[in-house]
C-alpha cells in the first residue's frame, strides 16, 4: 500500500488526525493494532471538555493552548450525532484552600479562559445544590462528551481508511520517505508513506524504537485511574476539589455523564508497563485493598458531596494515563518529537505523553499536525 500520510494509532487524536489530514491531501490512513478505535485512554477517562485552567504557559504551554484552542473547536464541530454539553464545571475549595481558587482563576485568564468566576458557598450551592464549599471557581466553558460518540464522528468521515487489527512492526527510511511492516493477523503489509504521524498513546514510545534511530528516546510512564458510579446521586456538571499539584492527577472528582451517570474518579497509581493494560478493578481483585480504595474515594467527595453514602458507590470503570514525567516529578508538556529522513523525502511524527487533557486537545493537535506537514509541502 502506498500512502501520503500513515497515522499510527486510533485513538481520539490518531482518528482526529487522520480527518484534518484527509481534507487536504488523499491515500492518508490511520492504522490500529486493537480490534477496533479506540479501545484504551480514548474511552477510559473523564469525557470532560476542559477549559485550560490547569496548566502554566510557562512550564506547560503547548498543553494549556491545545486545550483552550481544542475547547473553542469541539463547541464549534458540526457534530449533531454526537452527545455533549457545554454545562460548565466547578472547582471547589474548603476552608483555608481559598488562595487557590484565585490561582487557577489568574492562571486559565492568562491562557485565554474565559468567563472565570470566584464565587462563594452559598453561589456555588445555587449552581450545583447537592455541593457544599466554602468557595468555588466557576468556569463556563468546561463541558462534557461522550468520548465513543466523538471517535466514531471522526471514524465515519474517514471510513475504509481506519483499519483496525494492524501492528506496526518496523519503520525504515526509504528515498520516498518510510516503508512501514505491517502485522495484520498472519500475514505482513508493506506500506509506504512520505509522512507518518505516530499518535499511538501509550504505546507511542514503543513504536518510536521500532525505528531505526540512534540516541535517546522519550520514554513514558503510566498511571492506571479507577472510577466508582453512584447511580443514586444526580447532579448537572463536573466538580472537582482543588487538588494536590504533585499528585499527579486533578484529584477525584464528581462527573456526570451525557446520560446522565455520576461517577467518581480518577485515583493515581502509578502502575508498570506490565501491568499497565489489564483494566481490572481493585473490587474484582483484592477486597482488602478494594475496601481502603473505595473510603478513599468516600472520603474525598463526601468533603463536598454530602449526600453521598458510602453504600452507593459501585465498582466502575479502569483507564491508563501515559506520562512523560515519573511518579513524584512536576508534570511534563505534551511532547512532539520529529525524525526527518535523512536519505529522502518526508518525515515522522511522533506525540508522547498525550494524557489529559488529551480528549479535549485532540482537534487542536489534529489540525496543529495538518498545518505542520501543508508547510512542509508547500
Not at 529522502?344 to 495538518?370: Q, Y
Request: with cysteine; charged share 25%; glycine share 10%.
Amino acid at each position: 500500500m502506498q500512502a501520503f500520510a500513515i497515522v499510527i494509532g486510533a485513538g481520539i487524536v490518531g482518528l482526529a488526525t487522520g480527518y484534518e489530514l484527509s481534507k487536504r491531501h488523499e491515500n492518508v490512513f490511520v492504522l490500529e493494532r486493537e480490534a477496533r478505535y479506540g479501545m484504551h485512554a480514548s474511552s477510559r477517562n473523564s469525557g470532560v471538555v476542559h477549559s485550560g485552567v490547569y496548566y502554566s504557559s510557562s512550564n506547560l504551554p503547548w498543553k494549556a493552548g491545545m486545550c483552550v484552542q481544542g475547547n473553542r473547536m469541539i463547541y464549534e464541530l458540526p457534530m449533531d450525532d454526537v452527545a455533549y454539553k457545554r454545562s460548565g464545571k466547578l472547582i471547589v475549595a474548603q476552608d483555608g484552600e481559598e488562595r487557590e481558587l484565585e490561582i487557577l482563576k489568574a492562571q486559565g485568564e492568562e491562557n485565554g479562559v474565559e468567563g472565570l468566576e470566584i464565587i462563594d458557598g452559598k453561589d456555588v450551592a445555587k449552581k450545583e445544590p447537592l455541593v457544599k464549599a466554602r468557595a468555588g471557581l466557576w468556569v463556563p466553558s468546561a463541558g462534557m462528551i461522550n468520548p465513543d460518540e466523538f471517535m466514531k464522528y471522526y471514524a465515519r468521515r474517514l471510513g475504509n481508511s481506519v483499519l483496525c487489527g494492524r501492528e506496526v512492526e518496523s519503520i525504515d527510511f526509504m528515498k520516498s520517505g518510510f516503508w512501514l511492516r505491517v502485522r495484520a493477523g498472519g500475514r505482513i503489509e508493506n506500506v509506504t508513506a512520505r509522512y507518518v504521524i505516530n499518535v499511538a498513546g501509550a504505546g507511542a514510545d514503543t513504536v518510536l524504537k521500532r525505528m531505526n534511530v540512534t540516541g535517546d528516546l522519550p520514554e513514558q510512564h503510566f498511571c492506571e485511574g479507577v472510577y466508582y458510579d453512584v447511580p443514586e446521586i444526580t447532579i448537572s456538571m463536573p466538580v472537582y476539589p482543588v487538588h494536590d499539584q504533585g499528585s499527579g492527577g486533578l484529584g477525584i472528582h464528581a462527573i456526570p455523564d451525557t446520560s446522565g451517570r455520576l461517577r467518581l474518579g480518577p485515583n493515581t497509581i502509578w502502575v508498570s508497563r506490565e501491568n499497565a493494560f489489564d483494566y481490572q478493578h481493585p473490587a474484582d481483585a483484592d477486597p482488602a485493598v478494594s475496601e481502603t480504595m473505595k473510603q478513599e474515594f468516600f472520603e474525598s467527595v463526601h468533603l463536598f458531596l454530602p449526600s453521598l453514602s458510602y453504600e452507593g458507590l459501585r465498582p466502575g470503570t479502569v483507564g491508563v494515563r501515559a506520562k512523560l514525567q515519573e511518579k513524584g516529578e512536576p508534570p511534563k508538556d505534551f511532547l512532539s518529537y520529529i525524525i526527518n529522513n535523512t536519505n529522502g523525502v518526508g518525515k515522522m511524527i511522533s506525540l508522547l505523553g498525550i494524557e489529559s487533557p488529551g480528549l479535549t486537545a485532540a482537534p487542536a493537535l489534529a489540525k496543529d499536525i495538518a498545518d505542520l506537514i501543508y508547510a512542509w509541502e508547500n
